[in-house]
């Protein structure tokens, strides 16, 4: 036989007993509440001028409250019970450090242990005066006293002999400790195995006990009041839920393997199903008929167990001769709210090609509808192992096989998407060097611009959908009156136009740059795969109500392909999504709203393969008009032949895939874009023909992880209209509602491009979000210029593209003329109505903003002009003087 020393060690649950009841004696924490002070407080030496810290004791007081039943002031009967791990580790390094490595191992045990231990506390304590009066006796207090009282009496009978000195059922371990419950646990379906006469101490627990993993702080009394260093904890979450640390490793499901099992693992993924909240029973209790005795059988953790029929009483087992005495009383049994959630990993933790993996959690107690259909959180827990089936033909058919869940301890709701700060992550250099990049990034020329230009780098022109697309990651302000009505703050984008212009690689790159991003196509989608879906739970055999993409995509962005592909009955779902953001579901006698406020990317494709110039918008793409109505951009992409575009296209091209990307070489990039004239950049403004700048090297700062830490931050603010931009804003809607169609007056396009009170709230939203990536909170006139720059750009590629059948509609609407000749027409038009030879720079820009073009457009044309001589400047350059 090999020595005992060389074997393993086994671990010592009564001294593991003794270490942390010591730990509940001795543990102190520091707090900066001034009402603690009492005779067992010590202040703590500071530094001068900080604030004062007291050292109190832990536990003791909140037990106390517990014996008392005074709450903390909400009306829940229920205490919470923290021990977070690194509160043993700080308060001895050697033997709390050993417990804290036993109790990640072994969650379920040592959770059992620590019960114990309270337990025991708790009866040792006496109950106290307080000042608000303790809480009055409940059912639970009167059943409890009752059926002490007849324990005792039929035990002092037994000891008289009275009951023919038969041995305790119960065997020699006795009932109500630790290991009477674990014998319960493991009982067979019958006999006196599964059953006790005496009381279990989880029948009067009026507390739950939650093991928090090592670096996870408390938040529940008495750690609501805890000191704790800067940055260590997020205190703009609530109490309810658990404070999100960076430092806790987090892991994925395919990262838990067969060696967690029964540890304590973090699990973050997002919750796409939630059960209804069922009563599970944690105590039966049987009474029988024959002796009157009263029998508790423990039955937690368990999803199914057989009944007890016979009373383990001997006197009553010889008097009733094996008959079916024990009748279940639920009156006196305990019950527990109990909740199974569905886990499913997270987009970015998927690996390419690969079905996302799920896992069931179960929830308990208060840990019930904490979480809904769509949120990420971060869940500590207990892997353990599940049988398929208790008994019968499915646990016959499943033999050996085993599925697994998460016993959750604690979960940590992720209400924001954008709440996570990268720079959680990095090191005090590296935190330094972005701060200074975002500094230089909002304070540089063009900051829009330079961000926008960061959005799929690799895919060539586009510039003005970027910067809608920037615009839409950033999002407006979501208003809520106090009526309750509730205004969209989030923006919808409609990307339409032939094959090939890269609108699905715009899609995909922008849900994977939005934090809760989720990609689908129209085709791959039915209405209950977008909006939600009634399917049967497992666990109880009912309906639940599980959510679809949009709701998945709850405050953040779902990209949807193919859209003029869906079927109309599926498409008529998405109307209710796109303005009240929400999902009503009446199916299956489940009546229920969810919440969807995602901002909806869209492409769709020409119906006949390639754009029809002949025919109208709405005949080309198949969509209604009061779906189109809906979103705020639409921009039409068309693949017109033009050798100077073309020429700038192929070049970016083979440089992307000569170079692996943009960012490979740079100044190779502004060599091989070098053939591009001035004309193209002059003429090339249109959506989908727009050629890029030779400012690239924009391209190559702008990183994701810097571009998503920028919208982190702009997200914060909360911008306002303020007065003075008030009117502004309403005379440019007038007049862009009195234009009507252009010129012309042709409307085959119908309601699609016709300026509405809808544009007007789009207008809002766009100045916003421009308002936002300045870091102001109030939006100002050259927010309101560009988001109508914007409008008037998605409106002109709809009207002005499908009027000439070589798709020159630019030239033939204006007559020929370029950019500069149209941007001076436009001022000598306004100077012939006003009846003046003079016009302010200022309102000039303002007008030419309006229709479409850019101030380096404007400034070209009066560069020119001016040395035509045909128009003259100030002297100090606001004003313009026209010559006869």
Same mark, same amino acid.
């Given at each position: 036989?090999?020595?005992?020393?060389?074997?393993?060690?086994?671990?010592?649950?009564?001294?593991?007993?003794?270490?942390?009841?010591?730990?509940?004696?001795?543990?102190?924490?520091?707090?900066?509440?001034?009402?603690?002070?009492?005779?067992?407080?010590?202040?703590?030496?500071?530094?001068?001028?900080?604030?004062?810290?007291?050292?109190?004791?832990?536990?003791?007081?909140?037990?106390?409250?517990?014996?008392?039943?005074?709450?903390?002031?909400?009306?829940?009967?229920?205490?919470?019970?923290?021990?977070?791990?690194?509160?043993?580790?700080?308060?001895?390094?050697?033997?709390?450090?050993?417990?804290?490595?036993?109790?990640?191992?072994?969650?379920?045990?040592?959770?059992?242990?620590?019960?114990?231990?309270?337990?025991?506390?708790?009866?040792?304590?006496?109950?106290?005066?307080?000042?608000?009066?303790?809480?009055?006796?409940?059912?639970?207090?009167?059943?409890?006293?009752?059926?002490?009282?007849?324990?005792?009496?039929?035990?002092?009978?037994?000891?008289?002999?009275?009951?023919?000195?038969?041995?305790?059922?119960?065997?020699?371990?006795?009932?109500?400790?630790?290991?009477?419950?674990?014998?319960?646990?493991?009982?067979?379906?019958?006999?006196?195995?599964?059953?006790?006469?005496?009381?279990?101490?989880?029948?009067?627990?009026?507390?739950?006990?939650?093991?928090?993993?090592?670096?996870?702080?408390?938040?529940?009394?008495?750690?609501?009041?805890?000191?704790?260093?800067?940055?260590?904890?997020?205190?703009?979450?609530?109490?309810?839920?658990?404070?999100?640390?960076?430092?806790?490793?987090?892991?994925?499901?395919?990262?838990?393997?067969?060696?967690?099992?029964?540890?304590?693992?973090?699990?973050?993924?997002?919750?796409?199903?939630?059960?209804?909240?069922?009563?599970?029973?944690?105590?039966?209790?049987?009474?029988?008929?024959?002796?009157?005795?009263?029998?508790?059988?423990?039955?937690?953790?368990?999803?199914?167990?057989?009944?007890?029929?016979?009373?383990?009483?001997?006197?009553?087992?010889?008097?009733?001769?094996?008959?079916?005495?024990?009748?279940?009383?639920?009156?006196?049994?305990?019950?527990?709210?109990?909740?199974?959630?569905?886990?499913?990993?997270?987009?970015?933790?998927?690996?390419?090609?690969?079905?996302?993996?799920?896992?069931?959690?179960?929830?308990?107690?208060?840990?019930?509808?904490?979480?809904?259909?769509?949120?990420?959180?971060?869940?500590?827990?207990?892997?353990?192992?599940?049988?398929?089936?208790?008994?019968?033909?499915?646990?016959?058919?499943?033999?050996?096989?085993?599925?697994?869940?998460?016993?959750?301890?604690?979960?940590?709701?992720?209400?924001?998407?954008?709440?996570?700060?990268?720079?959680?992550?990095?090191?005090?250099?590296?935190?330094? +060097? @972005? !701060?200074?990049?975002?500094?230089?990034?909002? /304070?540089?020329?063009?900051?829009?611009? *330079?961000? %926008?230009? =960061?959005? #799929?780098?690799?895919?060539?022109?586009?510039?003005?959908?970027?910067?809608?697309?920037?615009?839409?990651?950033?999002?407006?302000?979501?208003?809520?009156?106090?009526?309750?009505?509730?205004?969209?703050?989030?923006?919808?984008?409609?990307?339409?136009?032939?094959?090939?212009?890269?609108?699905?690689?715009?899609?995909?790159?922008?849900?994977?740059?939005?934090?809760?991003?989720?990609?689908?196509?129209?085709?791959?989608?039915?209405?209950?795969?977008?909006?939600?879906?009634?399917?049967?739970?497992?666990?109880?055999?009912?309906?639940?109500?599980?959510?679809?993409?949009?709701?998945?995509?709850?405050?953040?962005?779902?990209?949807?392909?193919?859209?003029? +592909? @869906? !079927?109309?009955?599926?498409?008529?779902?998405? /109307?209710?999504?796109?303005?009240?953001? *929400?999902? %009503?579901? =009446?199916? #299956?006698?489940?009546?229920?709203?969810?919440?969807?406020?995602?901002?909806?990317?869209?492409?769709?494709?020409?119906?006949?393969?390639?754009?029809?110039?002949?025919?109208?918008?709405?005949?080309?793409?198949?969509?209604?008009?009061?779906?189109?109505?809906?979103?705020?951009?639409?921009?039409?992409?068309?693949?017109?032949?033009?050798?100077?575009?073309?020429?700038?296209?192929?070049?970016?091209?083979?440089?992307?895939?000569?170079?692996?990307?943009?960012?490979?070489?740079?100044?190779?990039?502004?060599?091989?874009?070098?053939?591009?004239?001035?004309?193209?950049?002059?003429?090339?403004?249109?959506?989908?023909?727009?050629?890029?700048?030779?400012?690239?090297?924009?391209?190559?700062?702008?990183?994701?992880?810097?571009?998503?830490?920028?919208?982190?931050?702009?997200?914060?603010?909360?911008?306002?209209?303020?007065?003075?931009?008030?009117?502004?804003?309403?005379?440019?809607?007038?007049?862009?509602?009195?234009?009507?169609?252009?010129?012309?007056?042709?409307?085959?396009?119908?309601?699609?491009?016709?300026?509405?009170?809808?544009?007007?709230?789009?207008?809002?939203?766009?100045?916003?979000?421009?308002?936002?990536?300045?870091?102001?909170?109030?939006?100002?006139?050259?927010?309101?210029?560009?988001?109508?720059?914007?409008?008037?750009?998605?409106?002109?590629?709809?009207?002005?593209?499908?009027?000439?059948?070589?798709?020159?509609?630019?030239?033939?609407?204006?007559?020929?003329?370029?950019?500069?000749?149209?941007?001076?027409?436009?001022?000598?038009?306004?100077?012939?109505?006003?009846?003046?030879?003079?016009?302010?720079?200022?309102?000039?820009?303002?007008?030419?903003?309006?229709?479409?073009?850019?101030?380096?457009?404007?400034?070209?044309?009066?560069?020119?002009?001016?040395?035509?001589?045909?128009?003259?400047?100030?002297?100090?350059?606001?004003?313009?003087?026209?010559?006869?």
């Amino acid at each position: 036989m090999a020595d005992a020393s060389l074997g393993p060690q086994y671990p010592s649950y009564d001294e593991d007993e003794a270490t942390f009841a010591l730990f509940l004696r001795e543990h102190t924490i520091l707090t900066t509440d001034a009402s603690l002070d009492d005779e067992e407080t010590f202040l703590e030496p500071t530094e001068a001028g900080k604030q004062l810290l007291r050292r109190t004791s832990c536990y003791p007081s909140h037990l106390q409250r517990i014996k008392n039943r005074h709450s903390y002031g909400d009306n829940s009967s229920t205490f919470i019970i923290e021990v977070p791990l690194s509160e043993l580790v700080s308060w001895d390094a050697v033997r709390g450090s050993e417990l804290a490595a036993r109790a990640t191992k072994n969650g379920m045990r040592y959770q059992e242990l620590f019960c114990k231990v309270i337990d025991s506390v708790l009866s040792s304590m006496d109950v106290t005066a307080t000042a608000s009066g303790n809480r009055a006796r409940d059912s639970i207090d009167v059943l409890s006293e009752q059926r002490r009282a007849a324990q005792d009496a039929r035990n002092a009978e037994r000891e008289a002999g009275v009951a023919g000195g038969g041995e305790d059922a119960n065997g020699p371990l006795g009932g109500g400790g630790l290991e009477n419950d674990a014998a319960n646990l493991g009982a067979g379906t019958g006999g006196a195995g599964g059953a006790t006469e005496d009381l279990p101490p989880l029948l009067m627990r009026r507390y739950e006990l939650r093991v928090l993993p090592l670096k996870r702080p408390g938040v529940f009394p008495p750690f609501d009041k805890q000191y704790r260093e800067a940055k260590s904890v997020d205190t703009s979450l609530p109490g309810s839920f658990a404070a999100y640390t960076a430092s806790i490793p987090e892991l994925s499901l395919r990262q838990i393997r067969s060696n967690s099992m029964g540890q304590l693992v973090t699990l973050r993924g997002m919750i796409v199903r939630a059960s209804d909240v069922k009563p599970a029973c944690l105590v039966a209790t049987y009474t029988c008929d024959a002796c009157g005795c009263e029998i508790y059988q423990v039955v937690q953790n368990k999803r199914e167990f057989m009944p007890q029929r016979l009373c383990p009483v001997e006197e009553c087992r010889r008097a009733s001769k094996g008959g079916d005495t024990l009748h279940l009383q639920t009156r006196g049994s305990k019950f527990i709210k109990f909740q199974e959630l569905r886990c499913q990993e997270l987009p970015n933790q998927v690996p390419m090609g690969h079905v996302p993996r799920s896992m069931s959690v179960h929830c308990r107690g208060e840990l019930t509808r904490l979480a809904t259909p769509g949120d990420v959180v971060t869940i500590d827990g207990v892997f353990l192992p599940q049988r398929v089936a208790e008994s019968g033909y499915r646990a016959m058919k499943a033999g050996l096989v085993s599925t697994s869940f998460l016993e959750a301890q604690n979960i940590v709701i992720h209400k924001k998407s954008y709440e996570e700060d990268a720079s959680d992550y990095l090191t005090e250099e590296e935190k330094e +060097k @972005m !701060d200074l990049e975002i500094h230089n990034i909002a /304070h540089g020329d063009d900051p829009v611009g *330079t961000l %926008s230009a =960061a959005i #799929a780098p690799e895919i060539f022109g586009h510039e003005d959908i970027k910067r809608a697309l920037l615009l839409q990651l950033v999002g407006g302000c979501t208003r809520k009156l106090p009526d309750g009505m509730r205004i969209r703050g989030d923006i919808n984008i409609c990307l339409m136009g032939d094959p090939g212009v890269a609108k699905s690689q715009l899609l995909k790159h922008v849900a994977s740059i939005a934090p809760r991003g989720v990609y689908t196509t129209g085709k791959g989608s039915s209405g209950v795969g977008l909006t939600a879906a009634i399917t049967k739970d497992v666990t109880t055999g009912e309906l639940a109500l599980e959510g679809g993409a949009l709701v998945l995509a709850d405050r953040g962005i779902c990209a949807i392909d193919e859209f003029d +592909k @869906m !079927d109309e009955a599926d498409r008529t779902a998405i /109307h209710e999504v796109m303005e009240q953001q *929400t999902v %009503s579901v =009446a199916k #299956a006698g489940i009546v229920a709203t969810l919440n969807a406020r995602s901002a909806v990317l869209a492409a769709a494709n020409p119906l006949y393969g390639r754009y029809n110039r002949r025919k109208s918008l709405s005949e080309n793409i198949n969509l209604p008009n009061s779906l189109l109505s809906r979103f705020d951009l639409m921009f039409l992409i068309l693949d017109i032949a033009d050798v100077d575009r073309d020429m700038s296209l192929a070049r970016h091209v083979t440089f992307v895939h000569q170079n692996e990307g943009v960012g490979a070489n740079k100044d190779n990039l502004n060599a091989a874009l070098a053939g591009e004239d001035d004309d193209e950049e002059e003429e090339g403004f249109g959506v989908g023909g727009n050629a890029q700048s030779h400012d690239d090297e924009r391209q190559n700062t702008v990183t994701s992880n810097v571009l998503r830490e920028y919208i982190s931050r702009a997200r914060k603010h909360q911008p306002v209209v303020p007065a003075d931009v008030a009117p502004y804003i309403v005379e440019a809607y007038v007049t862009l509602r009195s234009q009507g169609t252009p010129t012309g007056g042709r409307t085959k396009n119908g309601d699609q491009t016709v300026m509405t009170a809808r544009q007007l709230l789009s207008i809002l939203r766009l100045s916003q979000a421009l308002a936002r990536l300045r870091f102001s909170d109030y939006v100002a006139r050259e927010d309101v210029d560009e988001a109508i720059r914007l409008t008037h750009m998605s409106k002109s590629s709809l009207l002005d593209e499908d009027n000439d059948p070589r798709g020159d509609s630019s030239k033939r609407k204006w007559g020929g003329e370029d950019v500069t000749s149209r941007i001076y027409n436009i001022i000598k038009d306004y100077a012939a109505a006003s009846r003046s030879d003079e016009v302010e720079v200022k309102l000039a820009e303002a007008m030419v903003l309006r229709k479409g073009f850019t101030q380096q457009q404007l400034q070209h044309c009066l560069e020119e002009y001016q040395s035509l001589s045909v128009i003259q400047l100030n002297a100090t350059g606001t004003r313009i003087m026209l010559s006869n």
